[in-house]
């Protein structure tokens, strides 16, 4: 029904992002990623497309798109929590710390009460936990 109201609106966001959404759950991640690239070209400043196509982009191995995804998000909204908590834990992931340690910070600067602040706390924690341990 999706696909067919698409060949009616080319391009209709919510249509894609709706289309995106089923395909992300039903275990189809690369047609996901395409609708999300589809809306991100009409939408450039939809944050919350960005977000989904920089978390699947992660999954799927593509690192450095993953950053590109959440870093255009940080240039619309600089204090974006969920951009800068993701950011620090794509560098977090890759092996550098101190990345994720700049990325949390500045979370934390602009926005410690929101939930990926919360996080970032806690995962600051434990980077300084797990840094104090190799020393």
Same mark, same amino acid.
């Given at each position: @029904? ?8 080319? /391009? ?11 395909? &992300?759950?039903? /275990? ?31 999954? &799927? ?10 870093? @255009? ?12 908590? #993701? ?23 602009? #926005?410690?009460? &929101? ?5 970032? &706390?806690? @995962? ?10 190799? #020393?």
């Amino acid at each position: @029904m999706l696909s067919a109201d698409l060949k009616k609106k080319p /391009g209709h966001v919510p249509i894609l992002l709706r289309l995106a959404k089923i395909a &992300s759950d039903s /275990g189809r991640p690369k047609e996901a990623i395409q609708r999300l690239k589809e809306v991100v070209q009409q939408e450039p400043n939809n944050v919350e497309a960005r977000l989904d196509l920089g978390k699947l982009l992660f999954e &799927s191995g593509d690192v450095r798109a993953a950053i590109e995804q959440n870093e @255009m998000i940080t240039k619309v909204k600089p204090d974006d929590p969920d951009a800068l908590y #993701n950011l620090g834990a794509i560098y977090g992931n890759i092996g550098n710390a101190q990345r994720a340690e700049q990325y949390w910070d500045r979370l934390l600067a602009a #926005n410690p009460e &929101s939930e990926s602040g919360r996080r970032a &706390s806690r @995962m600051l924690a434990l980077l300084k936990k797990d840094a104090g341990t190799k #020393n």
